[in-house]
C-alpha cells in the first residue's frame, strides 16, 4: 500500500480550532452506540529530540576536498541532542568547471553517514565563504544542479529543506561577483532548483521579497494551496540575522507587512535560520525571542551562531523552553476507544492532540494505528488518512477512527499504539525519525511507536457491528 501518497493527498477540515482529520465516508459508519472507554493522558515536559526540528548543528566541508562527515561524529550530534544538521557545501574549486565524479562521490557518501546515524540536515551550496572571493557565472551554478540532480533525488529522504544558496558569499544571494543579485538570475536559479528537487520536499529563500518577485504575487499561501505541487507551496524561508535589527539586516522591506506574511506562510512552510550580532537593537530576551519564533513558526535554529544571543537565552531561563517547543510538539490530551472487539467487526479509536509547539511539521508525515498481541507480538497496522502537517500550533486536533478487525485475527489482547513515522521506505523502519508524542509514559524507542494506554480484547463475544467498510488492519 502506497501510505505516503495517501498521506500525501489526505485532506482535513478546519474549523473553530479543530481539525477533523479522520472524516469517514456515511457509508463507512456504523448506526449503533458503541461502548468506548475513556483514557487520560499527562504531559511530558522532556526535551524530545524530534525529527525536522529543533536546535540544529552547523557543519561545512569543501566538496570532494576535504570536511567529509563521519556517522560516529554524526552520532555523538545526536546524542547530545540534534536531528538537525546544517550542512554547507562549498564549491571554491569548480567556479569554472563542471563537478567531478569524485565530488559528486563526496556528498552522496555524507548523506549515506546522515542515514546510518539518524539525522537530516538543511543543506545549501554556495562557492565562497568570504565577501571578497567569487560566486561563479549562471551557466556553471545551472551546470552544478543539473549534475547534483539524481543526487538530490536519492537522497531526499535525509534532505529536511534545501536553502537555495549557490549566489554570493556563503549562498546568502547578495555579494556576488557574476552579476547575480537580480531578479532574472534568482530566477533562473530557483526554476533549476524546484526542478532539481522532488516534489515533497520545499527550497528556502533568504527574504520574503525574494519569493513575492519571483512568483510576482505579495499574498501569502492559502489553505486550499498548501501541500501542492504549486511552486508557491514549495519556496519556504529562512531569516539568517533574526532579531538582530530593526529589518533583520535587511530581512524586511515592510517590516509589520513582512512579519504577517510569514506568519501566514509559516503555518504551512518551514521558517529557520539563525541570530545574529544586535545591530541598534537590544539582544533578543526571553519574552521577545519565545513571541517572535511562535508569531513567524519557527522550526529549527542554530546552536552554534549566534552564541551571544543564545547564551542570554540560558542565563534568562528559557532556553529549555525554547528547546522543547521549536518546531511542532504534540500531546495527547485524551482518547477513547472499543475494548471489546469480535474479528470482522468495527473497532473505534478517538484520539484528541494539541500542538503546543511554535509550527508543525513541513515535510509529509506518515500516520498509523497499531495492534500488537500481547502474548507473542504479533502486529497489525492500519494507516489513517489524517495529515500531521494539519496539526497546527495552539490547537487541538481529533482523530477519529472507525475500522474493521480482519476476519482471521486471532483472540486475544492487544495493545494500541500511534506510530508517526517517516513516509519514505527507507526510513519507514527507523524509530529515530518517527514523532515522539510529549506525554508520560507512552514512548516505546526500540520501535518509535506511542503507547495510547489501550488493550482490547479481541474476542468471539464483542457487541460492535460487522465491518462494511475498506479500512482493515492488516497483519505486518
Known amino acids: 500500500m502506497n501510505t505516503f501518497f495517501k498521506?500525501?493527498?489526505?485532506g482535513a477540515l478546519m474549523f473553530l480550532g479543530v481539525a477533523c482529520t479522520s472524516c469517514e465516508k456515511d457509508g463507512d459508519k456504523a448506526k449503533t452506540n458503541i461502548p468506548m472507554e475513556s483514557v487520560s493522558y499527562t504531559e511530558s515536559s522532556d526535551i524530545i529530540v524530534?525529527?525536522?526540528r529543533g536546535f540544529y548543528k552547523a557543519t561545512s566541508c569543501e566538496m570532494g576536498v576535504s570536511g567529509a562527515l563521519t556517522v560516529s561524529t554524526l552520532k555523538g550530534y545526536r546524542d547530545a541532542g540534534y536531528s538537525l544538521i546544517f550542512r554547507y557545501f562549498y564549491l571554491k574549486n569548480f567556479r569554472d568547471k563542471?563537478?567531478?565524479?569524485e565530488a559528486l562521490q563526496f556528498f552522496d557518501n555524507d548523506m549515506a553517514a546522515m542515514r546510518e546515524a539518524g539525522v537530516k540536515c538543511v543543506l545549501r551550496f554556495a562557492y565562497t565563504s568570504l565577501e571578497t572571493e567569487p560566486d561563479a557565472p549562471l551557466s556553471i551554478i545551472e551546470t552544478h544542479i543539473d549534475q547534483l540532480k539524481p543526487y538530490i533525488a536519492k537522497n531526499a529522504d535525509v534532505i529536511a529543506?534545501?536553502?537555495a544558496g549557490f549566489i554570493?558569499?556563503?549562498?546568502e544571494w547578495y555579494y556576488t561577483t557574476n552579476n547575480l543579485n537580480n531578479p532574472t538570475a534568482r530566477a533562473a536559479v530557483l526554476d533549476k532548483l524546484l526542478e532539481a528537487l522532488p516534489e515533497n520536499r520545499v527550497v528556502q529563500v533568504r527574504t520574503p521579497q525574494y519569493k513575492q518577485e519571483y512568483l510576482n504575487r505579495t499574498t501569502a499561501l492559502k489553505a486550499s494551496e498548501a501541500y501542492t505541487q504549486m511552486k508557491a507551496a514549495r519556496i519556504g524561508h529562512h531569516n539568517d540575522c533574526f532579531m538582530a535589527s530593526e529589518n533583520d539586516y535587511g530581512t524586511y522591506q515592510n517590516v509589520t507587512e513582512d512579519k504577517k506574511y510569514l506568519a501566514q506562510e509559516g503555518?504551512?512552510?518551514?521558517m529557520?535560520?539563525?541570530?545574529?550580532?544586535?545591530n541598534g537593537v537590544s539582544p533578543a530576551d526571553c519574552e521577545h525571542a519565545q513571541d517572535e519564533m511562535r508569531t513567524l513558526r519557527w522550526s529549527y535554529l542554530n546552536s552554534d551562531y549566534y552564541k551571544g544571543v543564545n547564551d542570554r537565552w540560558i542565563s534568562q531561563g528559557c532556553m529549555d523552553d525554547i528547546k522543547r517547543e521549536m518546531g511542532y510538539r504534540f500531546v495527547l490530551t485524551?482518547?477513547?476507544?472499543?475494548t471489546n472487539v469480535t474479528p470482522g467487526h468495527l473497532i473505534k479509536v478517538v484520539l484528541k492532540v494539541k500542538n503546543v509547539g511554535y509550527a508543525s511539521p513541513f515535510n509529509p508525515r506518515a500516520i498509523e494505528l497499531v495492534m500488537r498481541n500481547v502474548a507473542d507480538n504479533t502486529t497489525y497496522v492500519l494507516p489513517l488518512d489524517a495529515d500531521p502537517r494539519k496539526w497546527k500550533p495552539n490547537t487541538e486536533s481529533t482523530v477519529d477512527v472507525e475500522a474493521g478487525l480482519p476476519a482471521d485475527m486471532p483472540l486475544g489482547d492487544y495493545d494500541i499504539y500511534l506510530n508517526l513515522p517517516d513516509p519514505m521506505e527507507s526510513l519507514r523502519d527507523r524509530p529515530e525519525y518517527s514523532i515522539q508524542l510529549a506525554n508520560k509514559d507512552v514512548w516505546e524507542a526500540e520501535t518509535g511507536y506511542n503507547y495510547l494506554s489501550m488493550r482490547v480484547n479481541v474476542t468471539s463475544e464483542g457487541v460492535t457491528d460487522t465491518y462494511q467498510g475498506d479500512k482493515v488492519f492488516t497483519k505486518k
Do not use: I, K, M
Open 161 to 163: 529543506v534545501w536553502q
Open 272 to 278: 529557520g535560520g539563525e541570530t545574529c550580532p544586535p
Open 168 to 171: 554570493g558569499s556563503w549562498g
Open 98 to 101: 563542471p563537478l567531478t565524479d
Open 334 to 338: 485524551s482518547g477513547e476507544y472499543t
Open 7 to 10: 498521506l500525501f493527498g489526505a
Open 267 to 270: 503555518l504551512y512552510l518551514p
Open 50 to 52: 524530534n525529527p525536522e
